[in-house]
């Protein structure tokens, strides 16, 4: 019988091939319903009243104004916050459920809410802020190798907290209904969503029935109901009617995601020929109120024999920390890269060869180097690189190019998932798993079309139910290992059932069969054979279901999945010496990823890791006023994202076939977007000759580093 | 509420609070109103409460009872359930909301459907179905260019009027082109192929 291994390349009809994202038609056309989407017969409209101050006592709540006026139907304020002090500005404090959402904007203006105020730190970029214990690691002796090396160089480098800016913001819409619970929330976590969000309205988890079709972003910020969620119940219990609260843009820049900070004194030695001896790292930065988790440093090169790194977090009154895309591994990557291609220009060394001969302290060496390489190859390395400064200037316009390398995890999360095959032929997946825009849904259809030898149109494939089995939320690049598995395991279960229903009228045993391009037939004798619609008419009244399980331990064991990627990219830019204006020329992706289940969604993630790249290197901030402690830019303006003529030109290169194929399957989320930052950071420096060191590298970070280096103000 | 002042009224928004005298001061009649062209030009006061509006969108007329205030994506999100346009930036940033007026892309957060009445109105649901795409819908799939897909929709209208004006276009064109609409996840090297590419097909769009 056919095992559920994955096929080897040459039996492969759909896995690894580029295929078109089976939801493309709903996604380009409108017709895909979002969270943001869903319209409830005679559903309202919910605003959220949230704290202008970063950090003050709310001593009272007024709803009543808001009460009164005509169209609102209930109102919410936080008891438990009457007498306590919120802790950052945008916190919430009341809501308004309204008829319409023009009177429930109107209603939220008229709650008065007194404050008292405190004294609020919003700044993150000073180390001696640090009220907590820090944290402290070491391994080797870093002050006996400082000594003993033949440089040492000593940088500062940082980046500031970035939010999420998911598109469709977070909320969602709620309706309590003869004591059950609906929610369309924008989730990456519809299995697991709903834990613990009936305490609120006292409605048990099986009564409560969650739902996302598509989500317009989560970014790693989207797993829990949140405070909203809560809200959204209790207004929805309140009136008996449907309620929609999607943040409005500007709370949902401030509170619903924020990646931490990080800032860094470096301290590195190395020998002449480059390999580095020792690292010592002092990093602090702010995940918010919350606490903080320092960046690995040395990032990727991590059998450096003598490194220590010191974490201090600060505490400040802005919106709580969430997990975006590879959590801490951008900072450390950033930190980590830039302070060694400083190293190498120290040495007058040429960074590709300093970067290749230091990948013996990384984990995989022969992969990164074969990468570097490839990535080396496909920007045009030889004929572009120079030491750093070096190149020739067109005009005021200097041109440099720079790497990076990243590593990720990955595996894959549990998951369980169904397969049905009908006696009509039509087959069906269902599964509690989530589309996040990477292709979930694809991936399912190529892995069970694959499995039955039919095509991807042929599969029907349901996601986004709490009802359906339980599949995990979709973080650290883990969905693609999980789901793949599943639906693999109970695709071949259920063709298994099916061949042993067909092997009689063959007349060969079930185990010398195979469905292949919409047949079943016998292995060695081809033409014995029978087309799939036949041969699932022969079920009679009842198809066949089974469920498949992703135990990702065991998984790994039996090579479905995999963990542990590297990647490299490089950047080429230009630096407008005059303006301080960087563009990116182009960006090369080099990313071992194992197995590729959907090849064309897998690039699209890429090329959408590069971009987000770009973003957080040359725009991306939330910037607070230390005065008012508000967030200056909370909207789309000034909180900037690249455009479509920010990009330059992009270029993805997957490690597939020999050697990496047999790994098994590997998510893909995180791992491209680890290295953009530093890799464009790096060909800014060695363009203009002069490190630029904190992101974004915008033009008023650029010009006072480029007059410093010529001496002050010119 | 950041004068120094600590009584908050609540909310944030600037805009909410410019399109509240917008209204609220015609109503009243104490300030020099800002009103819509439109309405201005016929002399007549609409509103504050619901008044009847007639929206011509994508060929069909549609009569709605509605604020004056009500923004034309609110409108067609909200009371016709034409979910396509987004609501994202809500400030004509980022261009999730656009949709055709009279042919042209704008951006329906910032135009009042009172603003629209009397013009044609195309949203994405007026340029293809799941079963019968248009040239620009058919190639964003071609090229991928989409991710969580919550920004396609705007650009598809954007670049469907792009297209209509700019045959055989260059990826450089393209470029500069789409400046008016942001994606997050990252879709527009997909999007510079598959416009270039649509902006060839055979008896247009």
């Known amino acids: ?714 | 509420m950041s004068n120094g002042s600590n009584v908050s009224d609540g909310g944030l928004s600037r805009r909410g609070f410019l399109k509240g005298i917008g209204v609220g001061s015609v109503a009243g009649g104490l300030l020099s109103p800002v009103l819509p062209t439109s309405a201005a030009e016929n002399g007549t006061f609409r509103g504050p409460g619901e008044i009847p509006v007639s929206l011509k969108i994508n060929g069909q007329t549609k009569k709605l009872n509605l604020e004056p205030r009500v923004t034309l994506l609110d409108a067609l999100r909200n009371r016709l359930d034409l979910t396509g346009a987004k609501k994202v930036c809500d400030r004509a940033t980022c261009g999730a909301c656009t949709v055709l007026v009279d042919g042209k892309p704008v951006y329906s957060c910032t135009l009042l459907a009172i603003e629209a009445e009397d013009r044609e109105i195309t949203t994405v649901e007026g340029l293809g179905t799941p079963d019968k795409l248009n040239a620009v819908q058919q190639a964003f799939i071609k090229h991928d260019a989409q991710q969580c897909g919550f920004c396609t929709p705007g650009f598809i209208v954007a670049s469907t009027a792009f297209v209509r004006n700019n045959p055989n276009a260059s990826v450089e064109q393209v470029r500069n082109g789409l400046g008016g609409n942001l994606c997050r996840c990252g879709t527009y090297a997909g999007m510079l192929l598959a416009v270039a590419d649509a902006s060839k097909a055979k008896g247009g769009v």
């Open chain 1, 1 to 714: 019988m056919p095992t559920a291994n994955w096929p080897p390349a040459e039996k492969r009809s759909l896995i690894g091939k580029r295929i078109d994202r089976i939801d493309g038609p709903l996604k380009t056309t409108g017709t895909a319903k979002y969270s943001f989407d869903v319209n409830r017969p005679n559903m309202l409209w919910a605003k959220l009243v949230v704290s202008p101050f970063a950090k003050a006592e709310v001593v009272s709540i007024d709803l009543e104004p808001a009460n009164s006026l005509r169209g609102v139907k209930a109102t919410w304020k936080d008891d438990a916050l009457l007498g306590k002090e919120v802790q950052y500005a945008g916190q919430i404090v009341a809501a308004v459920a309204a008829e319409t959402e023009e009177i429930a904007n109107e209603a939220i203006h008229r709650i008065k809410v007194e404050y008292k105020l405190s004294e609020h730190q919003v700044i993150d970029t000073n180390p001696e802020l640090s009220k907590d214990k820090p944290s402290d690691r070491e391994t080797g002796k870093v002050d006996e190798a400082f000594p003993q090396a033949d440089v040492v160089v000593n940088g500062q480098y940082g980046l500031p907290v970035i939010a999420h800016c998911c598109l469709e913001s977070h909320g969602q819409v709620t309706e309590v209904r003869d004591g059950e619970l609906y929610v369309w929330p924008s989730t990456q976590n519809v299995s697991k969503y709903s834990d613990r969000l009936g305490e609120s309205v006292d409605i048990p988890q099986n009564k409560i029935h969650v739902e996302c079709q598509h989500m317009g972003g989560g970014f790693g910020s989207k797993f829990n109901f949140d405070k909203w969620g809560t809200i959204g119940a209790l207004l929805s219990k309140q009136t008996g009617r449907p309620v929609k609260l999607l943040l409005d843009r500007d709370i949902e820049l401030m509170i619903a995601g924020n990646r931490p900070s990080a800032y860094a004194k470096m301290k590195v030695g190395a020998k002449k020929d480059g390999t580095v001896t020792a690292v010592q790292a002092e990093v602090w930065g702010t995940g918010g109120t919350q606490g903080y988790n320092a960046p690995p440093i040395p990032y990727v090169f991590t059998k450096i024999p003598n490194t220590s790194l010191t974490g201090k977090g600060i505490r400040t009154n802005r919106g709580g920390q969430r997990a975006w895309r590879a959590p801490n591994h951008p900072q450390g990557c950033y930190i980590t890269m830039s302070a060694f291609s400083d190293v190498a220009a120290a040495l007058k060394m040429d960074e590709l060869e300093f970067f290749l001969h230091n990948a013996q302290f990384t984990d995989r060496p022969e992969v990164y180097r074969e990468e570097l390489k490839i990535a080396a190859d496909l920007i045009g390395y030889k004929q572009k690189a120079h030491l750093r400064g070096e190149g020739k200037a067109d005009g005021p316009i200097k041109r440099g190019i720079g790497m990076s390398m990243h590593t990720w995890g990955g595996r894959g999360h549990p998951s369980e998932c169904d397969v049905t095959i009908n006696p009509d032929g039509s087959v069906e997946t269902k599964i509690g798993t989530q589309d996040l825009g990477v292709g979930t849904r694809t991936a399912l259809a190529i892995v069970i079309g694959e499995t039955l030898g039919l095509p991807v149109e042929a599969i029907q494939v349901n996601i986004g139910k709490s009802e359906y089995p339980t599949s995990g939320g979709s973080g650290g690049s883990t969905t693609i290992g999980g789901i793949s598995t599943s639906s693999r395991l109970a695709a071949t279960d259920a063709l298994n059932a099916l061949l042993e229903v067909v092997s009689k009228k063959l007349n060969v045993e079930p185990d010398k069969l195979e469905a292949s391009g919409g047949v079943i037939r016998e292995i060695d004798k081809p033409d014995n054979k029978i087309a799939w619609k036949e041969a699932c008419a022969m079920l009679g009244p009842n198809p066949i279901t089974k469920r498949g399980q992703c135990v990702p331990g065991k998984a790994v064991t039996e090579h479905f999945i995999d963990a542990n990627v590297g990647g490299v990219q490089m950047a080429d830019v230009s630096v407008d010496t005059e303006t301080g204006i960087v563009t990116v020329n182009e960006m090369v992706a080099v990313q071992d990823i194992g197995l590729v289940i959907s090849l064309k969604t897998a690039e699209s993630q890429v090329y959408g890791a590069l971009i987000m790249g770009i973003t957080y290197a040359l725009f991306e901030e939330c910037v607070y006023d230390a005065k008012t402690g508000r967030m200056l830019n909370p909207d789309m303006e000034f909180y900037r994202l690249a455009g479509i003529k920010d990009i330059g030109q992009l270029k993805v290169h997957l490690m597939t076939g020999k050697g990496y194929d047999e790994r098994g399957v590997i998510g893909l989320g995180e791992p491209p977007v680890i290295s953009p930052g530093a890799a464009i950071a790096n060909a800014v420096a060695n363009a203009c000759g002069v490190r630029v060191p904190y992101l974004p590298l915008t033009p008023d970070r650029v010009i006072p580093v480029l007059l410093q280096q010529k001496g002050g103000i010119v």
